[in-house]
Nanobody, 127 residues
Framework: QLPLVESGGGLVQPGGSLRLSCAASGFTLDYYVIAWFRQAPGKEREGVSCINGYGTTNYADSVKGRFTMSKDNAKNAVTLQMNSLKPEDTGVYYC?????????????????????WGQGTQVTVSS
């Protein structure tokens, strides 16, 4: 069983909404930082949002006010609610477990601080 499995991607028009989910297995979310990253064609993977064991979240400037990350401890899963989507939000979205990452009032996402990654889910924002 894969440790992280994403779902919820798809095609949406600009201004629309999508909700991504990431189900974890084999470990408890509360003990780790969990983050969403995305990667557009020809671009580097970039951090989108993070949440720590206390429920503190942080977001990339490009998505602040539009995206909301939350955690469901009963389901051992995290979600990413994405509103007011823009074409530049298009990409493959990955959730990742941070074994050396921090997430607090500031956040500097570094890919190699995350040890487990999901398989990714495609988000396409286009009219």
């Amino acid at each position: 069983q894969l440790p992280l499995v994403e779902s919820g991607g798809g095609l949406v028009q600009p201004g629309g909404s999508l909700r991504l989910s990431c189900a974890a297995s084999g470990f408890t979310l509360d003990y780790y930082v969990i983050a969403w990253f995305r990667q557009a064609p020809g671009k580097e993977r970039e951090g989108v949002s993070c949440i720590n064991g206390y429920g503190t979240t942080n977001y990339a400037d490009s998505v602040k006010g539009r995206f909301t990350m939350s955690k469901d401890n009963a389901k051992n899963a995290v979600t990413l609610q994405m509103n007011s989507l823009k074409p530049e939000d298009t990409g493959v979205y990955y959730c990742a477990r941070g074994d050396r990452a921090t997430c607090g009032s500031s956040w500097y996402p570094v890919v190699n601080e995350y040890d487990y990654w999901g398989q990714g889910t495609q988000v396409t924002v286009s009219s």
